[in-house]
């Protein structure tokens, strides 16, 4: 496997056709693609966090992971993402993940859970809704992440975990 930055279309345009709940981020601070066989498997999303009270300027936030199903291929995305932030400067590195999927590649590349449930299980509450139409507005309009609450993973970069 090797790690390439990539540009957020590009990247974008892999998420859309491979993500199953998630579709393009509007921006970034780089993106990583993982190609085998020189054949691109896989492509990470990172940007500053997306809540405000954890954006202090030490922290980023994997957006979007996402792969093809290449074997190791989430391990070693979440591992050059950390390494890339770390030679950015940053202290931190954090992701989200729906309750029901599966941590072997966070563990396998160092993460340690922050918080078992974030967030909310769905956006739907009157806040989306369109006042004078009281029709449902969504953050996703192609695709919908199921109703769950998140975990919030984070690894620590220059310190123990490193």
Not at 14 to 30: L, N, P, S, T, Y
Not at 76 to 91: I, P, Q, V
Not at 136 to 146: A, D, E, I, R, S
Request: charged share 25%; proline share 4%.
């Amino acid at each position: 496997m090797t790690a390439m930055q990539i540009s957020l279309a590009e990247a974008n345009a892999f998420v859309i056709k491979h993500h199953r709940h998630h579709d393009a981020m509007w921006g970034h601070k780089f993106s990583i693609g993982d190609y085998e066989g020189g054949q691109l498997v896989g492509v990470a999303i990172v940007g500053r966090p997306v809540g405000r009270k954890l954006d202090d300027g030490k922290t980023m936030e994997v957006t979007r992971l996402c792969t093809d199903g290449t074997r190791n291929a989430c391990s070693f995305l979440y591992s050059a993402a950390a390494r890339e932030a770390k030679r950015r400067g940053y202290e931190k590195i954090i992701t989200y993940i729906l309750q029901s999927e599966n941590v072997v590649s966070l563990r396998a590349s160092n993460w340690m859970l922050e918080a078992a449930k974030c967030g909310k299980p769905s956006w739907d509450g009157p806040r989306y809704r369109s006042r004078h139409e009281q029709e449902q507005m969504t953050l996703f309009p192609k695709k919908t992440p199921p109703p769950e609450y998140k975990q919030r993973w984070a690894r620590v970069l220059g310190g123990k975990h490193e």
